[in-house]
């Protein structure tokens, strides 16, 4: 039905192309690129059919541009990393070729990630024909597709929502990221901030904590109020909401490990001269701290993401939770990977198939609240994120 070029070749991209491998009637041919081929071919050597693979710097619009032109895929999925976004976008719309990925754009040089300088290709690609769809991962990505789901099916008006994304498995090391450490810390370090009754509340990092009772018996645990990208597009789709909040859990460890880590100024993205030579320090920690792709055959436990949901349906108040529970060692003995690649790389898969076979399709750049969620929500009952939903005492059902 097509073909997909995926640049980047990190925990989620393993995860997105061996999905993709194992649907060949939708991704007839694959092409993996990144910055470090070696990284690519080892992916492809795990995988159940061959596929091709490629050296691409994608911060630099021409390498990406003749990639393209070489490969000719209809669609590329963008898994590198957030700042790439808006180089990758530039060499699709001069090749005339759709676009997805799962993180918005991010500068370098600023921990301040919103989606205004993606949703400002809006005219652009509209104007070319091609379609961009951003944030196709968890969280942003199914979170949004669950919000509109619970829209379409259950509520006639979506008052307040909270996603709580919780990790509740273990790696068993002393401290370590389950995704990129860079653009995890960055996250995590940065202020919360929520929305509520039309603007956006900023809190200090990490200041807001409550205990929140995981279901199917995975426990109890801390979670924290963050700023998370899906705020800002569910703020601007979903009509007449009043509050919008993100938590997420992290362990006492973690915690203790962070804040001596940013007392120490380590997690500073801002240079510094160390022996006439510039650094960054989070990158330096980067560099020093596991691979999240090595947590894969240690991590045990379960995650469990999703969005509670309060509103009102044929006029009585509503209050629902809808989540999806993933085992880290079930990802592992599928796909050689952890359930937190493994949770943000199939719906990646899951967003590039709907694009491909025309499911889901526009001109322009759109975020997941756009597009009718039911075969979305299908989709992650077959490619291993099955979710429940939980209508709660208490509330008209
Ligand atoms: P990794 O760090 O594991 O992988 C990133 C990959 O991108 C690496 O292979 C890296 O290459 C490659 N890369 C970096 N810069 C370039 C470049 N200039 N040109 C080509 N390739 C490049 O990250 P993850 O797999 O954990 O995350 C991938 C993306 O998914 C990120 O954008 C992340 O923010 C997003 N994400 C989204 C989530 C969601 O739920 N929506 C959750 C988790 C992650 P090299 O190895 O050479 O450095």
Not at 78 to 99: E, F, H, K, R
Not at 132 to 139: E, H, I, K, M, T
Not at 232 to 238: C, I, P, Q, T
Not at 272 to 287: D, R
Request: proline share 6%; net charge negative; with cysteine.
């Amino acid at each position: 039905m097509g073909k997909v070029l995926i640049i980047g070749a990190g925990g989620v991209s393993q995860v997105t192309t061996w999905k993709c491998a194992m649907l060949p009637e939708v991704f007839e041919e694959i092409c993996l690129a990144s910055r470090t081929k070696a990284k690519c071919d080892k992916i492809a050597q795990m995988l159940p059919r061959p596929i091709r693979t490629a050296q691409v710097d994608a911060d630099n619009v021409e390498e990406t541009v003749a990639l393209i032109k070489d490969f000719q895929p209809d669609l590329v999925v963008n898994l590198a990393l957030p700042y790439q976004d808006l180089s990758i976008m530039d060499a699709c719309l001069a090749t005339g070729v759709d676009y997805l990925d799962t993180a918005n754009y991010e500068p370098p040089d600023t921990a301040k990630f919103e989606y205004s300088w993606q949703w400002a290709y809006h005219d652009r690609f509209k104007d070319k024909g091609i379609m961009a769809l951003l944030g196709s991962g968890f969280d942003p990505g199914v979170t949004s597709v669950m919000t509109m789901h619970a829209l379409k099916h259950h509520f006639d008006e979506i008052h307040n929502l909270d996603i709580i994304d919780c990790n509740a498995g273990s790696h068993g090391m002393p401290f370590a990221t389950n995704f990129n450490p860079e653009i995890n810390i960055r996250e995590v370090t940065a202020k919360g901030r929520y929305w509520e009754n039309g603007q956006w509340i900023e809190t200090e990092p990490l200041s807001v904590k409550r205990e929140f009772e995981l279901p199917e018996n995975l426990g109890t645990m801390n979670i924290y109020l963050m700023y998370h990208e899906e705020l800002e597009s569910l703020a601007k789709f979903v009509p007449g909401l009043k509050r919008a909040r993100f938590w997420m859990s992290f362990s006492d460890n973690y915690l203790k490990h962070l804040e001596v880590l940013q007392n120490v100024g380590m997690t500073g993205i801002e240079p510094v001269n160390f022996n006439g030579q510039e650094i960054i320090p989070l990158q330096f920690l980067k560099a020093l701290l596991p691979d999240p792709a090595s947590l894969g055959p240690l991590t045990k436990g379960h995650t469990c993401i999703g969005v509670m949901v309060e509103g009102i349906k044929d006029g009585k108040p509503r209050k629902y939770y809808i989540y999806n529970i993933c085992d880290h060692q079930a990802c592992y003995a599928e796909v050689k990977s952890q359930a937190i690649s493994y949770t943000t790389g199939v719906p990646a898969m899951i967003g590039a198939k709907l694009m491909l076979t025309g499911a889901w399709r526009g001109q322009g750049v759109f975020n997941m609240e756009e597009f009718d969620p039911d075969p979305f929500m299908a989709d992650l009952n077959q490619f291993g994120l099955p979710w429940k939903e939980v209508f709660m005492e208490g509330f008209d059902k």
